[in-house]
Structure formats: C-alpha cells, structure tokens
C-alpha cells in the first residue's frame, strides 16, 4: 500500500465543503482542517504509485475551490499502534 500525503490550498470560504469532497474520495482515508499555509490535509492511501495520478491530479485538483496541491509519498510509516504492540511481544495479557 502506497501512502501519500496530500497538503491542499483551497478557497477559503469553502473548506469544509471542499473537505467534505475530498473525503468522499474512494482512495481517500483522512481530511484534516489545519493550520498554516495550506488549508487542508489528506491521507491517499492507494496500491499502485500510477494510481496517484487518477486521485490527486485526476480528481482532488479537479474539485471546484481547490488551488493548489502539495504531494508528499511516505517511504515508511511508523505509529505509536505499532510500537505498542512491538514492546508487547511476549507479555502476558
């Protein structure tokens, strides 16, 4: 699974219904509002890097209200879930 990190500039007045559209997305499996310089944060999580292509250019930037896109591909992911149960390896319950 290929993660990619989406940072969106949007049309201000139009955030959450942009976000609303963006989390509607198929590939699409996190919309955060932020702050800073861009308006919206998600999380593509797709199974070909060629699929990028059809969600991010394909159909985020084709929302109406969004700018501009920002597209960052994770090489690895770490969480705390995972290293949690990493740590409880062996331990009984």
């Given amino acids: ?41 998600a999380l593509v999580r797709v199974a070909r890097h060629d699929d990028l292509a059809d969600i991010i250019p394909g159909s985020i930037s084709k929302i109406p209200g969004v700018e501009g896109t920002d597209t960052h591909v994770a090489f690895r992911t770490y969480s705390q879930h ?12």
Avoid: C, W
């Fill in 1 to 41: 699974m290929i993660t990619a990190i989406v940072l969106i500039k949007t049309s201000v007045d139009r955030i959450p219904e942009i976000a609303e559209a963006i989390a509607a997305l198929d590939s699409v499996s996190e919309v955060y509002s932020v702050t800073g310089t861009y308006d919206l944060i």
């Fill in 82 to 93: 995972d290293l949690e149960a990493a740590f409880a390896i062996g331990l009984d319950a």
